[in-house]
């Protein structure tokens, strides 16, 4: 997208600090940040790093337990039912603490 019009707008110097936080805080650049903003959207901050493997470790979890829950039920040991209801809330905790965390449209 070609942006050709330019807009000057002037802070003093706590509004200007205030923003460049609020900035470095998304990851985004000074004028992607102001451009969500203009959309009616909110900036989403940068997760912390922790999070990615916090999620990648709930989704291992899950996928573990759909395989024991293959295995047991093929055997006849389980409830089944239960069982893979408690996986999927696993999978639907991940996919939650994503979109919470990650939202595709932020940006």
């Given at each position: 997208m070609n942006r050709t019009y330019e807009i000057k707008v002037r802070?003093?110097?706590e509004e200007l600090q205030s923003l460049y936080k609020k900035v470095e805080k998304t990851g985004?650049?000074?004028e992607q940040y102001i451009r969500t903003l203009c959309k009616n959207k909110v900036p989403v901050e940068i997760p912390p790093i922790d999070y990615f493997s916090l999620i990648r470790e709930v989704r291992e979890l899950g996928n573990n337990?759909?395989?024991i829950a293959y295995k047991?039920?093929?055997m006849g040991l389980l409830d089944t039912p239960f069982?893979?209801?408690n996986a999927e809330t696993i999978t639907e905790l991940a996919d939650k603490l994503t979109a919470v965390c990650l939202p595709i449209d932020s940006v």
């Open positions: 802070f003093n110097k985004m650049s000074r337990m759909y395989q047991v039920n093929s069982y893979r209801q």
